[in-house]
């Protein structure tokens, strides 16, 4: 086999690698699923003899995602089988009928790609000067729509020929609550303030003005009727649950430097990636700045988006 060419993968945007401060690791705490696979273990082994259950857990994300750390940071008395998976999960990642139980963290809300019609300056789909899907362009919000309508579509396409029948599959996303347009919660604002930081940035002359005309959020934020439709289209999977959590700090008070920390290990890459690794600091320290003028507006929005838990189960088909 020969050495893959990194230019011909799609394109990803991995969370800041390592263990230091500004990294996704160190920022994100609501992550811990291995417990509840542990409890499910205890549970079963109500019934069996635990030493004769043994697991595989498959860690799966983008090529250029760091694995090394989390690796590293496996814990060492832990009762799985551990190995990573590289690559897309829109294609096909593991053998056909392999998996019993997969679990999607708040990764589905991230497109394949930016729909190319938004940063055609010629198309009537054209964002101009904002970053993601407002709702205030119709076409804009269709192109986002409809690609993510694709993804979905292929990621259960994969997923349907990758579990086995009985299997389960949770998602966790981020949606935004039926009947509220994203820009009316704090996350809505959020990006916003972001965007207008990057004019703010052009105008100033710090970047290039063409550079954030063609810079796009490759994020979508469905409402849960719009996944359930989108679900129901797959004839392979039923809808067991599908309900909002009550994040645990959902109601945290933030200061202006806890929404960087929490944005920029997840941003960051995509940043440097488009605007060149020098601009980083700047942006990030003007987008606190910008959240520490508009934290009363953010902290009225009560209309948060919600994080969506389904469960579904790959039906046993007959073909
Ligand atoms: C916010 S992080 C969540 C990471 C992890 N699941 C967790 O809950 O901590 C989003 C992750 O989705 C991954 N991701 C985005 N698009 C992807 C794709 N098409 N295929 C595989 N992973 C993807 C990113 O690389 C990133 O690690």
């Not at 705490?29 to 499910?40: D, F, H, P, R, T």
């Amino acid at each position: 086999m020969g050495c893959a060419n990194k230019d011909n993968l799609p394109k990803s945007y991995p969370m800041v690698g390592g263990d230091g401060t500004q990294s996704y690791a160190q920022n994100s705490s609501y992550q811990n699923i291995i417990e509840a696979v542990e409890l499910k273990l205890i549970q079963l082994a109500e019934h069996q003899d635990p030493s004769a259950l043994e697991f595989q857990v498959f860690f799966s994300d983008q090529y250029d995602n760091d694995f090394n750390t989390l690796f590293k940071t496996l814990p060492h008395s832990r009762r799985y089988f551990a190995a990573g998976v590289p690559g897309s999960f829109y294609g096909r990642l593991f053998p056909k009928s392999c998996l019993h139980f997969v679990h999607s963290c708040y990764a589905l809300h991230w497109l394949s790609k930016v729909p190319e019609e938004i940063v055609d300056r010629n198309s009537p789909s054209w964002n101009s000067d904002s970053i993601h899907c407002t709702g205030s362009v119709k076409g804009v919000a269709e192109a986002y729509s409809a690609r993510f309508r694709n993804d979905v579509e292929a990621f259960l396409n994969a997923r349907t020929q990758e579990v086995v029948p009985g299997g389960l599959i949770v998602i966790l996303i981020l949606a935004v609550p039926d009947g509220i347009p994203f820009p009316k919660t704090a996350a809505g604002v959020l990006y916003d303030v972001f965007g207008s930081c990057l004019i703010d940035m052009a105008k100033m002359g710090l970047i290039s003005e063409e550079k954030v005309y063609s810079f796009n959020l490759p994020i979508y934020h469905a409402t849960p009727k719009e996944l359930e439709t989108l679900i129901q289209r797959n004839k392979y999977f039923s809808i067991e649950r599908m309900e909002e959590l009550n994040h645990p700090m959902r109601n945290t008070p933030f200061t202006a430097e806890d929404y960087t920390s929490n944005l920029r290990p997840v941003f960051e890459e995509i940043i440097k990636d488009h605007f060149g690794n020098e601009y980083v600091n700047q942006i990030f320290h003007n987008y606190t700045i910008k959240i520490a003028e508009n934290l009363s507006i953010i902290e009225e929005k009560t209309n948060d988006i919600i994080d969506l838990f389904i469960l579904l189960k790959r039906i046993i088909s007959t073909d």
